[in-house]
Structure formats: C-alpha cells, structure tokens
C-alpha cells in the first residue's frame, strides 16, 4: 500500500504515469489525466503499444504532446459543465 501511495503522488506532481512492461512483460503505456475544475481526475487519456517500438524515448517524444491535449480536454470539458 505504502508503494502504491508513492507511485500515486509521483504521478501526480509529473502529471503523467508510466508503465514500462510493469503489467505486462512486452507492453509499454503513458496514461495522462484529465482534469476537471476541482482538480480530480475524471477520465485519462493514453497510448500503448509493443515495448520493442513504443519505448522510452518514444514515450518522451509523445508526453508533451498528451499533456497539451489533455489541457485543451480539460478546458473543453470545464466549460460545458459551466453551460
């Protein structure tokens, strides 16, 4: 419990999470938030695919891009629940 409360609160100062073939052996995933006014998650955004082509700088060269697009859904999102 006590690794997964840190795993958590890394996640959430970086804004992103990583799996590098933890769930599974073969398969790397980066999963971004998307956040609503009150600063919860309410849903997520992420790419997987075969670690052997979806590996750690291509992850790089996609997290600025995810992190914008989840911005932009978030502020989307935000604004229809003003409505």
Do not use: H, W
């Not at 999470?17 to 971004?32: M, Q, S, T, W």
């Amino acid at each position: 419990v006590e690794e997964l409360k840190r795993c958590l609160k890394k996640v959430r100062r970086q804004g992103y999470a990583v799996d590098k073939e933890e769930y599974k052996i073969g398969i790397n995933c980066l999963g971004i938030p998307i956040i609503s006014d009150e600063g919860k998650a309410i849903a997520g955004i992420s790419v997987t695919g075969p670690a052997s082509r979806f590996d750690l700088s291509e992850m790089e060269k996609l997290k600025s891009t995810l992190i914008s697009l989840s911005k932009d859904i978030s502020n989307q999102l935000n604004r229809v629940n003003k409505l």
